[in-house]
């Protein structure tokens, strides 16, 4: 079982920046590639980032190519995503996932290979 633990949401300016952090345990981290979804409200949830389990690979949203970072400190166990000149539409609950099942697919990986998922954050981009 893995359990991740989110933390680092707010409320934000446009234009601002924000990092989030999630906590992993349970599994070595290093098995898992992560990643990154949003669901803003009356909107699915859409993918965002991912990261490969060295971190050496990572894959963007078209959405936030250019502003948004996704990294990983295997010793700490611990993802991250540094969100740069955020946007009202950037407003969103935020969540990490793990990749728990591997399948022949690369990054930006399939939505249904991530099986453990945390609570999710609330960002929240004023105008």
């Known amino acids: 079982q893995v359990q991740l633990v989110e933390s680092g949401g707010g409320l934000v300016q446009a234009g601002g920046s924000l990092r989030l952090s999630c906590a992993v345990s349970?599994?070595?981290?290093?098995?898992?590639?992560m990643g990154w979804f949003r669901q803003a409200p009356g909107k699915e949830r859409e993918f965002v980032t991912a990261?490969?389990?060295?971190?050496?690979?990572?894959s963007y949203a078209d959405s936030v190519k250019g502003r948004f970072t996704i990294s990983r400190d295997n010793a700490k166990n611990t993802v991250y995503l540094q969100m740069n000149g955020l946007k009202p539409e950037d407003t969103a609950v935020y969540y990490c996932?793990?990749?728990?099942?591997?399948?022949?697919?690369?990054?930006?990986?399939?939505?249904?290979?991530?099986?453990?998922w945390g609570q999710g954050t609330q960002v929240t981009v004023s105008s």
């Open positions: 996932a793990a990749r728990t099942a591997r399948s022949m697919y690369g990054l930006p990986y399939r939505e249904a290979d991530f099986g453990s």
């Open positions: 349970g599994r070595t981290f290093s098995d898992y590639g």
């Open positions: 990261i490969s389990r060295s971190g050496s690979s990572t």
